[in-house]
Structures are given as C-alpha cells and as structure tokens.
C-alpha cells in the first residue's frame, strides 16, 4: 500500500531523504507540486511506513523534527495519506467536510480566548487533515468583505474556499491560486460577487425604498451602514423595549414577501439586518453546498447567535452550537430539539424538528 506525503514549504524545490519500511538504505524522492495548492508539495511511496527528513536539493538545508517530536527523523508507521507542516506530522483524514462557519465567538475567541488557543488548534487540524482531502472552507459572518478580511489578517484565518459576508447577503470565491496564509492581502483588491448569488440579491430587492420605509415608519430601528459596504441589506440596531417583537413583526408586514428581518445580539440593544428574503445564512450555506458539491451529511454549520440559528434548520446537516452561544440561539434550538422538551446539556449532541445533528460544545470561545 502506498504513502502519500503532502509537504507546506517556501522552498521551490525539496526532496525526501529517507528509508521507506522494508528497505536497507536511504534515498532521496523529489516533491512535486500540488496543483492549485501553492505552497503545498506531494509525493507517493510505494511502501507502508517511513523513516525521513526533507531538505532542499542541494541538502544544505534541512527541515529535522523539533526538540518535542521525541525523535531525530520524522516516523509514518503504516500506509496512508500524511501532511508535514511546521513540523507536525499528521494523518490526513479520508472522509471530507465542509465547514460553514461564523466568526466573532465562534471561531474566532475574543475575551474567552484572547490568546487564540482554539483558533490555534483548528487551525492545525484543518491545514494538517483536512486541507487536502478535498474538504472545503466558508467564513460566514454579519460582519461586511472589508471587516472580514480585517479580522483574517489580524487573527491569521487560513483560506477559506468562499467567504460570506453581511448575514448571508454577499457570497465572494476566495481564488484557490492565493497562499493558504497571507491570502487576505491579494483578496482585498480582487475579490468579486459570485454572479449567480448576486444576481438572487438584486432580484426584488429594492434598497432604497426599504431604508424610506425603516426612517419615515421605524425610527426606533437606527440605520447604520453604507450602500457601498451593505449593498444588500440595511444594518440597523434596535434599543430594546418591550414592543421589540411587535415592532419586528410589523416590520416584516409592511415591507413585504421580497425581504426579511434577521435579528441578533443580547443585551440593550439588538442588531437587525433587512435583506433580501433569497438572503441569509441557510440559504448561503445552501448556495455553498451547490457549489462547492457537498452533500448536508457532508456539512458542518457553527455558529453562537440569532443570525445563526437559520443554518441549523439544515435537514441532514451537522452543526456546532459552541457554549458561549446568545440565550436567543440556545431558546431556538431549545424550542427545536428532539424530543420536545428535552434539556440542551453542553458536551452532548441532540437531533432537531429540523432533520440536523447538533453538538452543544462545552468550549467556550
């Protein structure tokens, strides 16, 4: 059975020097490039187990196990597909996902984690098992493309495959030529609308009438963002009272079938976006699902807040609700759960009305 070894490096050029399982010396085997991977290099073995280090082809320099690794040379002990990145050697999984996922609180820990602990391990895992098994990334968050790619520089978020933005109103393909890290610098100047999304977002979706509506009929829900950073939704914020609900049902009525009304957040003041009823975070993870050809079991979905919970309405997909998720998430899917009235526990895993399979995680992020 054979090996396949994938290798992230700077270098142009290296090779494997080792002893594949079975053979009395070392030899040297070129990496080739990994097509539409920068950054990434690959070679087979025709063996079931290895004893190696990489280096350039001239051997001058050598990429040699850390000091934690326990041993001189890297060690694969049976046949399989294996990744080595900043010196660690990991099994790279045989079944791929398709990870949907929001950002702030989520993967992205701000108080709860602000030395990136969870977002250091995700990322590990995802590069080390995931990233080439054909497996497949989305960012969506309510945050607009700028303030995105923001947070990826400033948190180090490897690259995604799609990135959604404003609460499932913008859906922009991430190009698999951009280094998997450092790929928001070349983004920010070349990122586009993946046409048929936004041709579903122009569909009925009169901005300007929407936002006459909200300031002459809705003062209470305070406008906020720009046509050019929020082209297809109007992000307003709510001080909250207790007409909230009736005033986001009459919203609703008046503005029509054309659009909806996404709430979130907790505390005095909740967040409200009106968008295009095409919109959303389902129905982007649905378009992402589409498009990127993965199936619902196939789907991951995680999210902590309102603007999350459409996702986990997925029939047949997974989904994470991490444990610092808004009281306004856990009642949905307290409302939601199998069999009804059944105590969302964290560390525990419940089937919804829905037809998803839900991890209540006991991490905080």
């Known amino acids: 059975m054979p090996i396949t070894l994938y290798y992230q490096t700077g270098w142009d050029r290296c090779q494997f020097h080792g002893c594949p399982k079975g053979e009395g010396s070392w030899r040297d085997v070129p990496f080739e490039d ?3 991977k920068p950054e990434w290099k690959q070679l087979k073995l025709e063996a079931d187990g290895a004893e190696f280090v990489v280096c350039d082809m001239e051997k001058k320099d050598w990429d040699n196990p850390p000091d934690w690794y326990g ?11 294996y990744s080595l ?9 045989s079944s791929r996902v398709l990870i949907v996922t929001d950002l702030d609180h989520t993967l992205v820990g701000h108080e709860r984690d602000p030395e990136n602990h969870h977002l250091e391990e995700f990322r590990a895992t995802w590069l080390g098992e995931f990233v080439m098994n054909g497996s497949a990334l989305a960012y969506s968050t309510g945050r607009n493309r700028d303030m995105a790619l923001d947070v990826a520089e400033e948190r180090g978020l490897p690259r995604p495959d799609l990135l959604i933005c404003g609460v499932g109103t913008e859906v922009y393909a991430v190009p698999s030529h951009l280094p998997t890290m450092g790929w928001w610098e070349a983004a920010r100047g070349s990122l ?7 041709e579903k977002m122009i569909n009925g979706f009169n901005r300007k ?19 050019e950073n929020d082209p297809y939704r109007i992000p307003t914020a709510y001080q909250m009272d207790d007409s909230f609900e009736a005033s986001k049902l009459t919203l609703k009525e008046v503005l029509g079938p054309s659009y909806q009304v996404i709430s979130s957040g907790h505390g005095e003041w909740k967040l409200i976006d009106v968008c295009p009823a095409e919109a959303g975070k389902l129905k982007a993870m649905q378009f992402a699902m589409t498009t990127l050809k993965f199936g619902p079991s196939e789907t991951l979905a995680c999210g902590d807040s309102g603007n999350d919970e459409l996702m986990y ?5 997974r989904a ?46």
């Open 320 to 365: 994470v609700m991490v444990a610092n998720a808004l009281p306004e998430l856990v009642q949905a899917l307290s409302a939601a759960v199998k069999p009804a009235g059944a105590e969302l526990v964290r560390g525990t895993v419940f089937e919804t009305v829905h037809g998803s399979t839900v991890l209540f995680s006991s991490n905080e992020v």
């Open 71 to 81: 041993k001189p040379n890297y060690l694969i002990e049976e046949s399989g597909s």
């Open 313 to 317: 309405r997925c029939s047949g997909a």
């Open 209 to 227: 009438a929407a936002e006459e509506i909200l300031t002459a009929s809705f003062p209470r829900f305070e406008v906020r963002g720009t046509p």
């Open 85 to 93: 990145r900043g010196g660690q050697l990991r099994r790279v999984r």
């Open 34 to 36: 990994v097509p539409g």
């Open 192 to 198: 586009e609308l993946v046409p048929e999304w936004k």
